[in-house]
């Protein structure tokens, strides 16, 4: 790449910044040269070149690291059809530099999608060397868009993009990050349990528990409850 300085006047200075990216981590050479040309008192125009070369190590900005859970926020090791489940990737800076998170999102692969449109959870977080940022977002595998009846299945969650800066910096870059799999089950029963906002002691109190038959066929239950 080149830039374009312009005239500098006598005993002053000038400054130019360059972005570069790099494909790889590790130890990386720049060589910088610099041409000029300064006009005598006679009229005579001399050219010549200044380098310098400097050695810069590259690293990642981030690492990440993701979990599965239910909506009571507890890990899980796989998910059912029609059930939301979050998924909750962590960032961990690595740079010495601060580091602003300008936007983050997911860009997920069918039949994953997300169960209602969420905006980053990070906007605008500053993170230090060593610091550790979280957000969740809300899953679902649907069943009518499945095109194998397979009692389990894997599939690929996608992508996580964040879009970041160096603080004070109005330049953005990103960063995407290929996600784990997750293993997804027919869900062919489903219940919930709707309980009292709080209970009285020796003061009985309503459960009230609601199945759902998720197959096409009459099922019978046998149900048992252990207090």
């Given at each position: 790449m080149?830039?374009n300085?312009?005239a500098?006047?006598?005993e002053?200075?000038t400054e130019?910044?360059?972005?570069?990216?790099?494909?790889t981590?590790?130890?990386?050479?720049i060589?910088?040269e610099?041409a000029y040309?300064v006009?005598a008192d006679?009229g005579?125009?001399?050219?010549?070149?200044?380098?310098?070369?400097m050695n810069?190590?590259?690293?990642?900005?981030?690492?990440?690291?993701?979990?599965?859970?239910?909506l009571r926020?507890?890990?899980?090791?796989q998910?059912?059809?029609?059930?939301?489940?979050?998924?909750s990737?962590?960032?961990?800076?690595l740079?010495?530099h601060?580091?602003?998170?300008?936007?983050?999102?997911t860009?997920?692969?069918?039949?994953v999608?997300?169960?209602?449109?969420?905006p980053?959870q990070?906007?605008?977080?500053?993170?230090y060397?060593?610091?550790?940022?979280?957000?969740c977002?809300?899953?679902?595998?649907?069943k009518?868009e499945?095109?194998?009846?397979?009692?389990v299945q894997?599939?690929s969650?996608g992508?996580?993009?964040v879009?970041?800066?160096?603080?004070?910096?109005?330049?953005?870059?990103t960063?995407?990050f290929?996600?784990?799999t997750v293993?997804?089950?027919?869900?062919t029963l489903?219940?919930?349990?709707?309980l009292?906002?709080?209970?009285?002691v020796?003061?009985p109190m309503?459960?009230?528990?609601?199945?759902?038959?998720?197959?096409?066929k009459?099922?019978e239950?046998?149900l048992?409850?252990?207090?």
């Amino acid at each position: 790449m080149s830039q374009n300085i312009g005239a500098v006047k006598n005993e002053g200075q000038t400054e130019v910044r360059l972005y570069l990216k790099t494909s790889t981590t590790g130890m990386r050479g720049i060589r910088v040269e610099t041409a000029y040309s300064v006009t005598a008192d006679e009229g005579v125009s001399c050219r010549s070149s200044i380098n310098a070369v400097m050695n810069l190590e590259t690293r990642e900005p981030f690492t990440l690291d993701t979990s599965l859970l239910s909506l009571r926020l507890r890990p899980i090791q796989q998910a059912c059809t029609d059930e939301t489940f979050l998924l909750s990737p962590s960032l961990k800076a690595l740079t010495p530099h601060v580091l602003e998170v300008v936007d983050s999102w997911t860009e997920l692969r069918h039949p994953v999608r997300l169960e209602e449109e969420t905006p980053s959870q990070l906007s605008g977080c500053i993170l230090y060397e060593s610091s550790v940022s979280r957000e969740c977002y809300p899953l679902v595998v649907r069943k009518a868009e499945l095109l194998s009846s397979l009692d389990v299945q894997e599939f690929s969650l996608g992508k996580y993009v964040v879009k970041w800066k160096r603080e004070g910096s109005d330049t953005c870059t990103t960063t995407a990050f290929d996600l784990a799999t997750v293993k997804v089950c027919l869900s062919t029963l489903y219940a919930t349990a709707t309980l009292p906002a709080f209970g009285v002691v020796r003061t009985p109190m309503t459960l009230e528990y609601t199945i759902f038959n998720r197959t096409d066929k009459v099922q019978e239950y046998a149900l048992r409850y252990v207090p």
